[in-house]
């Protein structure tokens, strides 16, 4: 009878510490709130701000497009992703100046992108990527190449449970 007893106390305590409050199951509800955020930078050099207007468009913390005016070879931003799923990332835009003056021969556009995602603690880089690198572009030429460039997209579509995958595909 004793070892019925202690048996059943067993069986017992061994159903109750194997009890769990909630849904358990690793996936997570759209709109979660998983720890988030994204991180831009990108650097122009050559002759892009001296020929161009350009400005960075991409999605604040509650989801609205922002533009910028870039003025400075380095630009960067960082936003905390309020839900998940989501899409991050930034458009850059160029055109050239109104009333610019092209006295050179030849001109050199660069512009270069760093990102990453973090989720939970967990960062997931995108490699830096040169985007233009055209070098002896002509003054007949410059219209076509800036034209190509404007509206280039880069950015991360983030999954409700945390996933991430690089995308270029970002609506603004």
């Known amino acids: 009878m004793k070892k019925f007893f202690f048996m059943s106390v067993l069986v017992l305590m061994a159903a109750l510490t194997m009890t769990s409050?909630?849904?358990?199951?690793?996936?997570?509800?759209?709109?979660?709130?998983?720890?988030?955020f994204y991180k831009a930078g990108v650097t122009f050099a050559g002759d892009i701000l001296d020929i161009c207007d350009v400005t960075m468009s991409y999605k604040d913390a509650e989801g609205k497009t922002v533009t910028e005016k870039v003025t400075s070879a380095g630009w960067s931003l960082g936003v905390?992703?309020?839900?998940?799923?989501?899409?991050?990332?930034?458009?850059c835009d160029f055109k050239l100046k109104d009333g610019v003056q092209l006295n050179k021969d030849k001109y050199e556009l660069i512009a270069t992108l760093a990102q990453s995602v973090t989720v939970n603690g967990k960062e997931n880089p995108d490699t830096e990527r040169i985007f233009i690198k055209s070098s002896g572009v002509?003054?007949?030429?410059?219209?076509?190449i800036v034209t190509r460039y404007s509206g280039t997209c880069f950015g991360f579509n983030i999954e409700a449970n945390g996933a991430v995958k690089s995308t270029q595909n970002i609506s603004f």
């Open 80 to 91: 905390d992703v309020k839900k998940l799923p989501a899409t991050v990332g930034v458009k």
């Open 21 to 36: 409050c909630g849904n358990d199951d690793g996936k997570d509800e759209p709109g979660s709130s998983k720890s988030t």
């Open 138 to 144: 002509t003054k007949d030429k410059l219209a076509g």
